[in-house]
């Protein structure tokens, strides 16, 4: 397995990835892991994924593949400690934000060119 790399403030937050399980009931299917990955491998973990107190993965379920694409063997987490309605609506609410943002093309292109 390949090691770890990323934010030390969230480094004692790491779990065994394969005590993890990706959520079977997450709407969003289009994850770019390659993208991800390729994040990941550039810049490290700096977002932890949450999780079910039974290790089911809420948010995050795209940055676990990567993570996993990439042999890392370990991954940070915060555990959500609502239930499992909460939890549902935590899930889809935090897909569904970003889906809804927009970008100020003015400030990314030069960004982008830079």
Do not use: C
Request: hydrophobic fraction near 40%; proline fraction near 2%; glycine fraction near 6%.
């Amino acid at each position: 397995m390949a090691e770890w790399r990323g934010n030390e403030t969230i480094k004692r937050l790491l779990v065994d990835i394969d005590t993890l399980t990706l959520d079977p009931e997450n709407a969003r299917r289009d994850h770019d892991v390659d993208a991800i990955a390729a994040s990941l491998r550039k810049h490290g973990q700096q977002q932890v994924a949450v999780v079910s107190k039974d290790s089911r993965v809420l948010i995050g379920n795209g940055r676990i593949k990567a993570a996993r694409k990439l042999k890392w063997s370990q991954f940070a987490v915060m555990i959500f400690t609502g239930n499992e309605t909460e939890a549902r609506s935590l899930s889809i609410r935090d897909n569904r934000t970003t889906e809804l943002s927009e970008w100020d093309y003015e400030i990314l292109l030069p960004q982008l060119e830079g």
